[in-house]
């Protein structure tokens, strides 16, 4: 559609829905920055609230919000908005590509709405302020006009003859689902929306398909449904330990503060460099640096992975790997030192003291 100006003179691109009803011409107007599946069942809903009412059958142009292969005979539709449309009770009846027929009488708006409601104006990028008064010329300018080809007035023959053939409007907001396509991982989870999810141990290695919504997780195998969780924050996993074989379960609830727990019993830095490490969105990918750290203390002594880790976090350093690397380094120098010859390697800070 064209530009908005926001703060400091940065402009934005805004795209612009436009819903017009075929009996009356009726149309709805809802201005937005993005162009994803979301924003397009947020501006559909809120033409459903405009009308007061759902159409029966929706001819859309291809966008990928909603299409995600065009085809005049076997189109595909996001499956995201699939259940959409089952929800509201409508027909998706996609367009066919380059044919501007199919739509005419949205194709016809678009100058219209351009022209008289977007061109030569003044917006700010604030969008609640756009959508409001792209909803009042909806009503109270392209609504009350005489129709050019009609030669009638589009709110008045809403009213009168097309208002009552729509299907109720809805009373709740869609919780619009994702779809998503994780492989299973040998520690039988599968990461989804940033959070990781278990399953039973023969779809290791599989690629799977995700819904996600508000509340669950539901997990697919060629349109089987295998695995139900409800929704954790992104960073979380939940795990069900029926998932992995007989013996495994202790592997699968392993946690994030027992480790940090250990790391501290072994040394004020060791477990202060615990936390840092673990301290991430995704936790459970620095859980082997983590297990990693404990087993150098247990083989070099936990005062000198000690001391190794104050000075690596003196210098922001938060790598398990190289400290590894630097106390291997320092075995080296003793085991090939000259006999009679002392070789200082890292010591804490209480023993420096002493």
């Not at 003179?9 to 201005?31: A, C, D, E, N």
């Not at 202790?250 to 004020?268: F, K, M, Q, W």
């Not at 936990?302 to 104050?310: G, I, M």
Request: net charge positive; hydrophobic share 40%; charged share 25%.
């Amino acid at each position: 559609m064209g530009y908005v100006s926001g703060e400091g003179g940065k402009r934005r691109k805004l795209h612009v829905l436009i819903v017009t009803l075929p009996m009356s011409r009726y149309q709805f107007v809802w201005p937005t920055f993005l162009q994803t599946t979301e924003a397009l069942i947020d501006g559909l809903d809120a033409a459903w609230a405009f009308f007061g009412g759902v159409p029966h059958r929706v001819v859309l142009d291809n966008m990928t919000a909603a299409i995600v292969r065009a085809s005049s005979k076997d189109p595909t539709i996001n499956p995201s908005f699939a259940e959409y449309a089952q929800a509201r009770a409508f027909f998706v009846d996609p367009a066919r590509v380059r044919h501007p027929r199919d739509k005419a009488r949205v194709e016809n708006q678009v100058p219209f709405v351009r022209e008289r409601w977007f061109a030569g104006e003044t917006f700010s990028d604030d969008i609640k302020l756009l959508r409001v008064a792209a909803t009042r010329w909806s009503k109270d300018v392209a609504g009350a006009r005489i129709h050019g080809t009609t030669r009638r007035v589009p709110r008045e023959v809403f009213e009168a003859e097309e208002r009552s053939f729509l299907l109720p409007a809805p009373d709740a907001p869609f919780d619009v689902p994702r779809w998503t396509e994780p492989k299973v991982h040998p520690d039988h989870h599968v990461q989804v929306a940033r959070s990781l999810y278990s399953v039973p141990t023969r779809y290791i290695g599989k690629r799977l398909h995700a819904r996600a919504d508000k509340k669950t997780v539901r997990l697919y195998l060629q349109g089987e449904l295998i695995k139900t969780h409800l929704r954790v924050e992104p960073g979380k996993r939940s795990t069900d330990t029926s998932d992995y074989p007989v013996g495994k379960a202790p592997y699968a609830t392993r946690s994030v503060d027992a480790l940090i727990t250990r790391a501290r019993n072994l040394g004020e830095y060791v477990g202060v460099y615990a936390e840092r490490l673990l301290a991430g969105m995704l936790p459970w990918t620095k859980m082997r640096q983590g297990y990693g750290l404990l087993r150098l203390c247990e083989r070099y002594g936990a005062e000198k992975v000690d001391a190794l880790c104050r000075s690596s976090l003196t210098f922001d350093v938060v790598d398990v790997p190289r400290i590894e690397r630097m106390l291997k380094k320092a075995q080296q120098a003793v085991d090939t030192a000259p006999p009679g010859r002392v070789v200082p390697l890292p010591t804490s800070a209480a023993s420096q003291k002493s």
